[in-house]
């Protein structure tokens, strides 16, 4: 049985086929939407090419016309993305985490759910799905990516993390059960990661069609697609990829985002070594303004993510909106684990998505979660 | 169906009854046993007591009574015993574990088999099969105690620690299968007994009755059994404890024990804070030689448990050999989890089991593994 038969129990006669092209805009749209985090796309990529050469199908379908009670899951990889890319995965390691989940829970997982937009991650959901021959829905746990297992719409939405099954490319499992517990269940994540040094691939977020559709960032995934076509678009033609990375995101999400600086890295301070800091690429940067910003300064703190921007010492971005540094030639965004002295760019502020903003969202991963002694105050206010 | 039925069922019509006063011996002898740590008896035996009182049943049977296919586990606490004390546990949470355990391998668990001597992890392998309604089998893992989950006679032997469940009292659950690794076993579950805060509860080993046989100390509830009622002799009676202990090892397991120094504590130097300590009990003792060891030193390092004595500079015992510090008047054993300055105490070194001195016991839990740069020598020969 395939992803195709599935849908059609469903009665489901549209969805979108996902190939190279389509897998490729949606990363590079999910990569910038991941605030600098998110890990390197070629490896999400790379696992996906695969996936599609070996002939399998990855197909997309609408999450209003998913069953209420079909059970989904979000297959992901949850550590320090700088691990990651000294360490691409095994092919079969996201498969034993669904394997093990369905298991658990004694039933079989029917849909895929990226849990973010990242590089890696947005992939993975693809490829995982084609591999096990199931669709994936078009939503994510964030429209953005987050460093944390519980920072999702779906638990500020009543939704949990567990059971997560965490595994490492040596076939090693674990089991997370913390019930209602997200935050237990990421710290108990991020120590598995860290036991099988640095990186883990997991099966997370088990839940029905009706959560799905009552929790999710609906469309999450076309959303990321209409930008990366954009970008990709600009390239080709030879148009400014920040203009209309910023007209995709009205035309299909109806927020508007802001170009808030321009400058080069000229300072980088990561941390390294305590107990906080290790499964997270963490730190400070400080750009220097170029054409139109010189003589301004910028500086962003980073946990994987982007969290927070000052221009010239004022506040200009919170979590959870989304702060992107991208290319100002190609679009193409300059993330927190890969970054180095010199690299210029333009920062791109772009406002969360409303089911991100909700009163629990804000405690679970606003600007107080992260240890800032601030409100969150929107992006649109501090931009206005 | 209970114990009894079961015994029945595999033909056993011989088996001790376990009452409060055996269950008192036993776990006196594993403390002493446990050589500084396994944890306080008292929380071990209220368990115990608790089960009893409710009218449950405990009885243990003989290891050569076993049929091979059955499928037993172990119950038990993992962490640091110190905060054990300030946390005990509520009665579900082993119960929880062994379920789950059940759960996750498809089976019934069939009886306890306890991992260690120890004043908690005795105890509560007779409560969980009270609880269970399952025989205690005489056996154990280490004949002793050991601060860490891969340090048992069953690994040296062939036998696997995964599937392991942790769980807290919370009900927060964690399945860790790493199949033959059991160093990242122990890894993955200490971490987890830290993210619950410090406390786990643990259903491990699971195995066959074939290979509690090939790979168990056997009759190690027999000898800790025999050392607790020698000590209780010596108490009523008046005897010298130290003097009855060493004659109940030598008729219960044929093995001679040494007085090795008599002296009081002077200095205790405790490790805190650093990731490696956490979810350990660790340091070092000096104490001050008394009677005929007046101007005499022992230094003792340990790790939950005593781990390395040295008197007068000189290695006198090392692990997995047994170390004990024992009250000269009572036989009450001295516990590095609740020592202090002054107390005195007559240091016992006994011989460890055979199963845990093979080749690949000595690699897993001799003085490399801790650390010191030695070869093991049997303390026979540094005490003959």
Chains 1, 2 share one sequence.
């Not at 929790?215 to 930008?227: P, T």
Request: some cysteine.
């Amino acid at each position: 049985m395939g992803a195709r038969d599935i849908l059609a129990d469903w009665g489901v006669r549209e969805f979108r086929v996902i190939d190279r092209a389509a897998i490729q805009e949606i990363t590079l749209g999910a990569s910038i939407l991941a605030t600098g985090g998110g890990g390197d796309p070629e490896i999400g990529l790379l696992w996906t090419y695969k996936v599609l050469d070996e002939g399998k199908e990855i197909v997309m379908v609408d999450p209003a016309d998913i069953p209420d009670e079909i059970q989904v899951a979000s297959p992901a990889c949850l550590g320090a993305a700088l691990v990651l890319t000294e360490k691409p995965p095994a092919s079969e390691v996201i498969n034993l985490a669904m394997r093990k989940l369905e298991r658990y829970l004694g039933r079989p997982i029917q849909a895929t759910i990226p849990i973010e937009c990242g590089g890696v991650n947005s992939p993975v959901a693809y490829a995982a799905a084609g591999e096990l021959g199931v669709p994936v829905i078009d939503v994510d746990g964030m429209n953005r990516a987050f460093p944390e297992l519980q920072m999702t719409s779906w638990v500020t939405h009543g939704v949990h993390a567990s059971p997560t099954v965490s595994v490492d490319d040596r076939g090693n499992v674990t089991v997370i059960d913390t019930g209602e517990d997200d935050l237990l269940a990421e710290n108990l994540a991020r120590r598995a990661a860290m036991a099988y040094g640095g990186i883990s691939w997991i099966a997370t977020y088990p839940m029905t069609g009706r959560d799905v559709k009552g929790s999710s960032i609906l469309y999450s995934q076309s959303i990321a697609w209409a930008v990366g076509k954009a970008v990709m678009r600009a390239r080709r033609e030879h148009l400014d990829p920040i203009e209309e990375l910023l007209k995709s995101l009205l035309r299909e999400r109806g927020v508007e985002g802001f170009r808030a600086f321009k400058g080069k890295i000229v300072d980088i301070r990561r941390e390294f070594g305590s107990e906080t800091t290790k499964g997270f690429t963490l730190g400070k940067v400080i750009m220097e303004g170029i054409d139109e910003y010189r003589g301004h300064t910028a500086e962003l703190d980073f946990q994987n993510e982007w969290l927070n921007l000052r221009v010239d010492g004022e506040v200009r971005c919170l979590p959870p909106d989304l702060i992107a540094i991208l290319d100002s030639e190609t679009g193409e965004p300059i993330r927190t684990d890969i970054m180095k002295y010199g690299y210029r760019g333009t920062i791109v502020l772009i406002p969360a998505h409303e089911r991100m903003r909700t009163e629990r969202g804000i405690e679970l991963f606003g600007p107080r979660h992260f240890g800032y002694e601030l409100d969150y105050v929107p992006v649109e206010e501090l931009n206005g």
